[in-house]
């Protein structure tokens, strides 16, 4: 069966320093993966999405960025956060190809300060 | 555009009522996904449902139901017998058209099951 794991599960950071959050995926290959920001309002943000290797689509502009180096590993990071970078962060992957139902790991809540 | 609404902020029922959560969608495209995910306190979110626009067919999972229209462009989901377990925020979300891979996700309806 398939797992999806993320960490860490909580982080502190102070204003302006970097940040990198990590996803695994296990038991499928060449998934699509995604990151999400969930803020205190409870909606959902798609950032970036990846359908392989190297291959990072970006929906909103902003101070993060995405790397996808190994098939099942999808990194988000920043050089610089912000006090708005707070919230729930998400990962999920789905089955290659479209449409299909996305599983979304156990997120990290990130606090800047 | 693609967008999904859920009216419903936040519900309250006592447990074993019945509860539907309301879930309005709108697309142009004649191909599109709609889902049900639900998020408990934990935080992860959890695939109930996937539905396709060619299939109005209500489906029915233990004391769960799905009901899609296309005719008011709704898909609503109920819960029979509802329990404190149910307590949660529920979304609903949908893909549609080429870009099938993004999700667009309503703002979630939070449902208080009280003992």
């Known amino acids: 069966s398939q797992t999806i794991h993320q960490w860490p599960a909580t982080l502190v950071q102070p204003v302006g320093s970097p940040l990198s959050l990590e996803c695994t995926v296990e038991?499928?290959?060449?998934?699509?993966l995604y990151w999400y920001r969930q803020a205190a309002g409870r909606g959902l943000q798609l950032l970036f999405y990846?359908?392989?290797?190297?291959?990072i689509s970006s929906e909103v502009p902003q101070n993060l960025s995405a790397s996808r180096p190994q098939d099942r590993q999808f990194i988000l990071s920043s050089k610089k956060l912000l006090l708005s970078d707070s919230g729930f962060y998400l990962c999920?992957?789905?089955?290659?190809?479209?449409?299909?139902?996305?599983?979304f790991g156990p997120g990290t809540r990130l606090t800047v300060l | 555009a693609q967008k999904v609404t859920q009216a419903q902020t936040e519900i309250s029922v006592v447990e074993k009522e019945d509860v539907t959560l309301d879930c309005v969608y709108e697309?142009?495209?004649?191909?599109?996904?709609l889902f049900w995910y639900k998020q408990p306190p934990s935080g992860e979110l959890v695939f109930l449902i996937r539905r396709n626009s060619f299939d109005e067919q209500n489906e029915i999972s233990g004391r769960y139901s799905w009901n899609f229209q296309k005719s008011t462009s709704s898909f609503n989901f109920t819960i029979t017998a509802s329990q404190v377990v149910d307590s949660a925020v529920y979304f609903c979300a949908l893909t549609s058209g080429n870009n099938f891979n993004k999700f667009y996700f309503g703002s979630g309806t939070k449902l208080n099951v009280k003992p």
């Open positions: 999920a992957w789905s089955a290659s190809g479209g449409y299909n139902e996305q599983f």
């Open positions: 990846s359908v392989g290797i190297g291959q």
């Open positions: 697309t142009r495209d004649t191909t599109y996904y």
């Open positions: 038991g499928t290959s060449n998934p699509n």
